[in-house]
């Protein structure tokens, strides 16, 4: 006999599918499309409730009729984000290409598990690498940092002296988006 539900009682939460498990699991654990590695800013419809984005502290920006938010994600916070259950479609929305590999059975969560670690450090790697070389500014997207590093040495970037000192930089980054074209970018 199923149990009976008084009004009084508050409704038995909704069980996730193991689909959906796996998907939370490897995306909070994860982050990339959050961190500024991935991507460079988001964009917010009028569905999302931007002013509602506003007081939860998401920074943002209306370019003619488009609302967007640049990336790293002001929601991130220790690597998780704190408006998951409520966050913008298209972050609900996106599946990176590990994702879907990875809930189609293509790979298994610890294949997905290491390769979002190995990601990760290449990724940290070049944060280091720009920290190093001034680029310090953490509100910026990974890629919008390497690009004002580059700009700033624009003149001296074809010098045998600069590509001493900084091809491990370049390396670093080109290594990183073979990872993301490889494995996260549908």
């Keep these: 006999m199923p149990p009976t539900v ?5 409704a038995l939460p909704v069980r ?15 982050g990339l499309c959050c961190n500024g590695v991935l991507f460079g800013d988001v964009r917010v419809t009028d569905d999302d409730k931007p002013e509602h984005l506003l007081t939860q502290g ?4 209306r370019t003619g009729e488009t ?3 640049n990336q790293p994600c002001a929601a991130l916070k220790c690597g998780a984000c704190e408006i998951y259950a409520d966050r913008p479609a298209y972050c609900a929305q996106f599946e990176c290409a590990l ?11 610890e294949e ?10 290449l990724a940290e790697r070049v944060r280091e690498m720009l920290v190093e070389r001034g680029e310090t500014d953490e509100t910026q997207p990974l890629s919008r940092r390497y690009r004002a590093f580059l700009d700033r040495h624009e003149d001296a970037a074809d010098s045998p002296d600069f590509r001493r000192l900084h091809g491990s930089l370049t390396v ?15």
């Excluded at 193991?18 to 994860?30: G, I």
């Excluded at 990875?102 to 790979?107: E, I």
């Design 172 to 186: 670093a980054v080109m290594s990183l988006n073979q990872a993301l074209r490889l494995s996260f970018y549908t």
């Design 58 to 61: 998401i920074p943002l920006q």
């Design 6 to 10: 008084r009004p009084d009682q508050p």
């Design 16 to 30: 996730q599918t193991d689909s959906e498990a796996l998907a939370q699991r490897l995306c909070l654990h994860c």
């Design 67 to 69: 609302w967007h938010f």
């Design 99 to 109: 994702l879907q590999e990875t809930l189609k059975g293509q790979r298994t969560e």
């Design 112 to 121: 997905a598990d290491r390769i979002i670690n190995r990601t990760k450090t």
